[in-house]
């Protein structure tokens, strides 16, 4: 499960984590979200920011889940790709940071209808969530969290 700050290691993200919704408001809402790296490709000198690493559109406000964060349930670290998932509009990138520490920002917006009519962005560098929110009509996140990591040592043989 991914909680703001927490340390992930990218060999435990290799595989897409499994999206749960527990939308407690009526109706029948639908989201996107938006998985980035502002630090890209280092923390010093983000020139690349934001890498953008998944966009999934249309969720279900009510996709199973049974932890919550501002009425949501998170991230869980599972593969399941099951349609009540939503639509993988990225396909999912692991965080693999060159250097330093990256922070990984996941930022679910309600979106306006269903289903989402958008189109892919055509390179992952310099993608800004902002701007894509904008041009969309997807308004102010309704949640977000992060998580760090870090690039792994590699193993030594001797």
Known sequence: MVTNGCQMKPSATAQAPEIQLSDN?????????????????SPSEPSLREWLHWIVTDIPGNSGGSETTSGFSWLQEQVTHTSSSGRELVPYMGPRPPIGIHRY??????????????SPPTVRNNFSTRNFASHYGLGLPVAATYCNAQKEPGSRRR
């Open 25 to 41: 408001s009526e109706g029948n809402n639908y989201y996107t979200l938006i998985m980035t790296d502002p630090d890209a490709p």
């Open 105 to 118: 920002a996941f930022i679910l917006f309600k979106q306006p209808s269903t289903p989402f009519l958008i």
